[in-house]
């Protein structure tokens, strides 16, 4: 913006105020990095962008091969071409009725205007053109084209043929002459000009609509004067006579021999006769002769009939002043006034102009058309249109369908014109935006360290504010459009007022909110008075949820999570419901949270799990429950546990607890396990328990002391006999597993191919992988059952020897099972192959 300032530097302050700008429109706005994004109706996809800078002192160019509308020569073009426009239109009827071939002087100017238009055509493929749903300016070429050729391409190539060489070429057919009336079709472009005028406040309105009104009129009996004309030469010359011009008389002048007549006489004649015929209503001294005559004529007064009607009620809408276009202007005046007096600035005069505008060409405001309708319409309506929008936020990301349809109606379509602040550092507001489309940029400090390099664009469906919004926390930083951009905006109490009915949600968009902050910015938004009051309801729905489940109240319990309650959350004691459930046995309950995937091993402040709470009070159907879906049980200081439940005495707890696989070897601070307190207080019972769930007689205490130690001192001979025997028992099972561990570590395997080694050469053979017994025989009678193969019966190494004992056979050793004769004639070629040439011994065939 400030930009834009020094750029108006050498313009006056009454000019300017004066000034209505468009600001997309302007060729001293300061848009820039335009393209066209994804429209309100999801017509067009984002293209790749084209930068548009500005040279100079108002000059808007585009880099690449498209061009700016608003480019200043392209603008001086324009200009240009509506000069030939204006020409065109008004000498085509006259080329088509008073000329059978354009003289020489004529001829030249038409080439040279068809040769203009024809550049015209051309730069349309490359000149950018705004979106009519989302206001914004395409500078895609595809998107350009394909607009051009569905447009009017057509009929501005047909109208810069040269249809007068054409004409003649043809042997003068009259009817490729009516092919001219196909450059009519630029007319359109002087409509365009008056609608421009009509929107400039420094040029009087009425002035400007009288004029427009006043070239339609010359225009519709210029173009019948010459119909007029041409409809009397298209007769014989023996039938002249009888036209409208060929039998009038005025005075004592007669126009039997029209056609020798200068050319200014006719056309003033015709054009007479037109506007006569038009003011009158068909009645004057000049008239119809011919058949052909009267129908045109009919024809003519039944359309200026419209015509008058036509002119009629736009000057009665002059004099009301009930145009839309009128009504704009006369806001915009009274808002220059307004920003004049109260000396408002450029910078924000330029910004309520181009809103104005906007509202004016774009109609986006169109909310109040809807106010008259009833409440759910309008919820439908608002759902149908900005719900998708909202389901893409990443701050609503995992909240519930019913929260973001609550959120989609309270919502309010906003645009952003290139330049305007959306939110500044430090400023608490009270309005949360969301990027619908359009590009918003960060702005740094001067005092902030980062580049403007390291920054990145603000994300499409980003939220804007909402940290301000939500937490009343200063804004971080100051966020600014950097081209047109639409944002849903909602209001902080709106939003509150759906958080309070959806505190659930609320707790989602916190956690949302959390995701990559900074620490000091994440206890500010913990500390924050709607995070406190989403943990207060959270904690009051725990306690509630807890007290259902206490209770066994099913229907209470699946209530309070279908309203939002989180059967996770837990109370002051850490405890959630399926740890009361769990501890009061209530089975229904357990299998209701389980199918709520709720966690099955949570603790509470106490370090107990769920599971512990079902075994402790004796609830086995319940724990059975937990542990199907996958509880386990695992307590912090079991061995301290154990040792509680035996001096208690307590057999049945003790055994649920070893039956869901709690160490009996755990040991307590004293580093004793539960059978040092069975053997020291000579409960044989659990010990009996103890030593049958692998308790060990050989753990130690921290003064060295073994249960068999703690039964000898306390004198139970049958519990000390009980542990001697186990003793005894568990040394002979620790010396077997040594044994079958070291038998492990020594044991040796081979691989074992049937045939001989020059056999598998290859390396491509399969084999078996076999333990080494203790005998060779074991071995070839093991590999020939695996191999299928009953033909061997010697083992041979790779390099051919045969093996006479397994214990020279070392770890995968390849062998191979094979013949103990050499068979020649099966494979002589083989054996020979790989005999020495001088070996001379003899075979056994």
């Known amino acids: 913006m400030n930009r834009n300032s020094r750029e108006r530097d050498d313009e006056s302050e009454a000019d300017e105020e004066l000034k209505v700008e468009d600001t997309q429109h302007s060729p001293k706005s300061s848009w820039k990095n335009m393209y066209p994004f994804k429209s309100l109706r999801n017509y067009y996809t984002r293209q790749e962008s084209f930068s548009i800078s500005r040279i100079g002192s108002g000059r808007v160019l585009s880099h690449g091969c498209i061009i700016h509308p608003e480019n200043w020569w392209y603008v001086a073009w324009t200009h240009f ?3 030939w426009a204006v020409y065109s239109s008004f000498f085509t009827p006259l080329e088509f ?36 749903h989302s206001y914004c300016l395409v500078y895609n070429p595809n998107l350009i084209a394909i607009r051009y050729l569905k447009s009017r391409f057509l009929v501005d190539l047909l109208g810069c043929l040269p249809w007068d060489a054409i004409y003649k070429a043809c042997g003068k057919k009259e009817l490729v002459r009516y092919m001219l009336w196909i450059r009519l079709s630029r007319a359109l472009r002087v409509t365009e000009f008056f609608e421009k005028l009509e929107k400039d406040i420094r040029i009087n309105y009425l002035f400007t609509r009288i004029v427009k009104l006043f070239v339609v009129e010359l225009y519709c009996t210029h173009t019948a004067a010459c119909i007029f004309y041409y409809l009397a030469t298209t007769l014989p010359p023996s039938e002249e006579g009888y036209t409208w011009i060929g039998s009038l008389r005025m005075g004592d002048y007669s126009y039997a021999n029209f056609r020798e007549i200068d050319l200014w006489t006719r056309y003033i004649t015709a054009l007479y006769f037109a506007v006569v015929t038009m003011a009158t209503v068909g009645y004057g001294e000049i008239h119809a002769v011919n058949t052909r005559e009267m129908i045109f004529v009919m024809m003519y007064v039944s359309l200026d009939m419209i015509l008058g009607a036509y002119l009629l009620g736009n000057m009665a809408a002059l004099i009301v002043k009930g145009s839309r276009t009128e009504r704009f202007r006369d806001k915009m005046a009274e808002l220059i006034k307004y920003m004049n007096k109260n000396k408002l600035g450029k910078n924000i005069s330029k910004e309520v102009k181009g809103h104005v505008r906007l509202q004016y060409e774009s109609n986006y405001s169109n909310a109040a058309a809807l106010q008259d309708l009833p409440l759910a319409i309008r919820a439908k309506i608002s759902n149908k249109l900005y719900e998708p929008y909202v389901r893409e936020i990443p701050l609503f990301r995992g909240c519930s369908n019913k929260f973001l349809k609550k959120v989609a109606t309270r919502v309010h379509e906003e645009f952003f014109l290139p330049g305007e602040v959306i939110i500044e550092e430090g400023s608490t507001g009270d309005q949360l935006y969301f990027l619908c489309d359009g590009k918003l940029d960060e702005v740094t400090s001067p005092e902030d360290t980062r580049s403007k390099e390291s920054l990145p664009s603000i994300q499409t469906h980003s939220s804007i504010g909402d940290i301000s919004v939500l937490c009343n926390i200063p804004e971080p930083r100051t966020v600014h459009a950097t081209e047109l951009s639409k944002l849903l905006r909602i209001d902080k109490q709106a939003l509150v007022e759906v958080i309070e009915i959806y505190l659930s949600d609320g707790r989602t968009i916190i956690n949302n909110l959390l995701e990559g902050r900074e620490s000091g910015v994440r206890n500010k938004i913990l500390e924050s008075a709607i995070a406190l009051q989403i943990e207060k309801h959270e904690s009051e729905l725990a306690m509630r949820l807890n007290c259902a489940a206490n209770d066994g109240d099913l229907d209470r319990l699946r209530h309070l999570v279908e309203a939002g309650a989180d059967p996770n959350k837990m109370d002051y004691n850490g405890q959630s419901a399926l740890h009361r459930a769990a501890s009061k046995g209530y089975e229904d309950i357990i299998q209701f949270l389980v199918q709520k995937q709720v966690e099955i091993d949570p603790r509470d402040n106490f370090g107990s799990t769920p599971l512990f709470q079902a075994i402790k009070n004796g609830h086995d159907r319940a724990a059975s429950l937990l542990v199907s879906a996958g509880a386990s049980l695992s307590i912090e200081d079991a061995g301290n546990c154990l040792c509680k439940a035996v001096a208690r005495k307590d057999l049945d707890f003790l055994k649920r607890l070893l039956a869901n696989g709690i160490n009996p070897n755990s040991k307590n601070y004293d580093l004793r396990t539960p059978l040092h307190l069975a053997a020291s207080e000579g409960l044989y019972p659990l010990s009996i328990l103890l030593l049958e769930a692998g308790a060990s007689v050989f753990a130690t205490d921290r003064w060295g002391r073994t249960p068999i130690d703690e039964a000898r001192i306390g004198g139970n001979r049958d519990l000390l006999k009980l542990l001697e025997d186990a003793k005894v028992t568990q040394m002979s099972e620790f010396s077997c597993c040594y044994e079958r561990s070291q038998d492990q570590l020594t044991r040796r395997k081979c691989t074992v191919f049937p045939g001989f080694p020059w056999d598998h050469r290859d390396g491509r053979s399969l084999g078996v992988v076999l333990w080494v017994p203790e005998t060779i025989e074991q071995l070839i009678k093991t590999a020939k059952e695996q191999l299928c ?8 190494s790779e390099h051919g020897g045969k093996i006479l004992d397994a214990s020279i056979i070392l770890d995968d050793q390849k062998l191979f099972l094979a013949s103990d004769e050499l068979q020649i004639s099966a494979h002589p070629q083989s054996v020979h192959k790989f005999l020495p040439a001088s070996y001379t011994g ?3 065939l």
């Open 97 to 132: 009725a008073f000329f059978r071939g354009l003289p020489e002087k004529f001829f030249l100017l038409d080439i040279a205007g068809q040769f203009a238009f024809l550049v015209d055509i051309v730069l349309c493929f490359f000149v950018g053109y705004r979106d009519p």
């Open 81 to 83: 071409i509506l000069l």
């Open 789 to 796: 193969y009953h033909g061997g019966s010697c083992l041979l």
């Open 842 to 844: 003899s075979f056994k």
